[in-house]
């Protein structure tokens, strides 16, 4: 039954005085929100104008607190309670920038190829195996959950566990990773020659750039080059190649058997991929090169990678995830400065919108709310950063850090010749900064 007393909301009658209090109250919230706005915006601008805004950072500095044995307290300036507001890119390096972030985020599109993917799921991925796995896997994880207690939920799901068994049949049984080719005459060890040209043939398929070797052994001499290419049918068919290979492969196969997949591109010469876990609500690290699943911080905290970008592409846009592969960014982090963080805010809400624009009201509010979600979490992962700093920094502190444990030690880089890794600065070792001995560019993965 219709309630006639029922009043629509926003719509009160006026009082005695002859004033609607909802308008008013409307209008003064959206009043207060637009000076808001204008004083954040105001202040953004200052700073960036404003020369003396370096002496007070480092007066500011200067003036920090300090531990017992003299070290500094972190600053985190950048986690103010001042919310970024995206701002379109003015200056050269960050049209650049965008220019290049939008051309990316081009890559995740050539997998929703319907044809390709069914003739992945098809006719290269042994599906029926991979669900046997997860079954088993998942009843496994259902029985540890029921011995903790009657409401325990298990850790994953089974389409989490369906990936995790495509993960480990793609590392150990599918692709090869290449440091230097074979020869493909005496099949000896090659040395690199450099770049050369591509043929015709490679050109059609996907091939911008061809590394060329020869043969170690002066009686053969004979070359081999090695195709890097980006169209993923022709990875599949050559079953070779380094993280750009890996991941383009890995990622498409995630899309063949209906997960959603991202890309995820890091500006020091790493890609790998992430994986939605309906299970859990939130996005999965997954690394196919090194057979790594959940592990996010293995690439700061294992390897010893600096990074300064890590940036996540898929069909429904693009999101800056740095924040959960560098958890220390004192330690593990390099400079942000290819534009400022309001103009990649600017980016990636432009990349989100170019993708969204054509999804139903209900798909953009699904993922407004994952989006939401996402943002939160990151929040965390700097929360925790900040303690965990705090309790290192001071004494008192020390004994409840100690009582909750270290976490186990992730390992170095496996993937690729220790010589490589090594001067990549991925083999576990201290990273070295600008200015040390060994900071020289490595060389690149070409991804």
Not at 273 to 281: F, G
Not at 304 to 326: E, L, N, P, Q, W
Request: aromatic content about 8%; glycine content about 6%; overall charge positive.
């Amino acid at each position: 039954m219709a309630d006639h007393n029922h009043k629509p909301r926003g719509h009160s009658r006026p009082n005695d005085i002859g004033f609607d209090a909802a308008e008013l109250t409307r209008q003064f919230e959206q009043l207060l929100s637009t000076r808001r706005l204008t004083e954040l915006a105001n202040r953004s601008r200052s700073r960036a104008s404003t020369p003396s805004s370096s002496l007070s950072h480092q007066s500011s500095t200067s003036s920090r607190p300090t531990t017992t044995n003299g070290s500094a307290l972190p600053s985190y300036s950048s986690l103010r309670n001042t919310p970024k507001v995206a701002t379109p890119p003015q200056d050269p390096a960050s049209l650049r920038f965008r220019n290049r972030l939008i051309a990316i985020s081009q890559t995740p599109l050539k997998y929703e190829n319907p044809g390709l993917l069914d003739g992945v799921l098809n006719d290269v991925i042994p599906f029926a195996r991979l669900q046997n796995e997860a079954e088993e896997e998942r009843q496994i994880l259902q029985a540890q959950a029921a011995s903790i207690g009657d409401h325990v939920k298990p850790e994953w799901g089974y389409q989490d566990c369906l990936i995790r068994a495509l993960l480990r049949w793609f590392k150990r049984s599918f692709m090869t990773w290449v440091d230097n080719p074979r020869c493909p005459a005496c099949c000896s060890p090659t040395y690199a020659v450099g770049m050369t040209p591509p043929d015709q043939d490679e050109k059609a398929r996907g091939a911008s750039r061809v590394e060329l070797y020869r043969c170690s052994l002066p009686s053969c001499g004979a070359y081999e080059r090695f195709p890097r290419y980006s169209d993923v049918w022709a990875i599949m068919q050559s079953r070779r190649g380094r993280c750009g290979e890996w991941a383009d492969c890995f990622t498409m196969m995630c899309r063949a058997m209906n997960a959603r997949a991202r890309w995820v591109w890091n500006a020091e010469d790493h890609v790998w991929t992430e994986v939605y876990s309906e299970h859990q609500k939130r996005w999965i690290h997954v690394d196919a090169c090194e057979e790594a699943w959940d592990k996010p911080r293995l690439y700061s905290e294992g390897w010893g990678k600096k990074m300064s970008y890590c940036i996540a592409f898929s069909i429904d846009g693009a999101t800056d995830v740095t924040r959960r592969y560098v958890r220390n960014p004192a330690a593990h982090s390099l400079d942000r400065n290819r534009c400022p963080e309001e103009v990649l805010l600017y980016i990636t809400n432009e990349i989100k919108k170019m993708r969204r624009d054509n999804l139903t009201k209900d798909e953009k509010r699904r993922l407004f709310k994952e989006d939401d979600r996402e943002e939160k979490e990151l929040r965390g992962y700097v929360v925790q950063a900040l303690t965990a700093e705090i309790e290192r920094l001071i004494p008192t502190a020390t004994g409840a850090a100690a009582s909750r444990g270290s976490e186990p030690k992730l390992p170095a880089r496996q993937t690729g010749a220790a010589s490589w890794t090594a001067a990549r600065g991925e083999n576990g070792a201290h990273t070295p900064g600008p200015g040390e001995p060994g900071s020289d560019q490595p060389p690149r993965e070409g991804h």
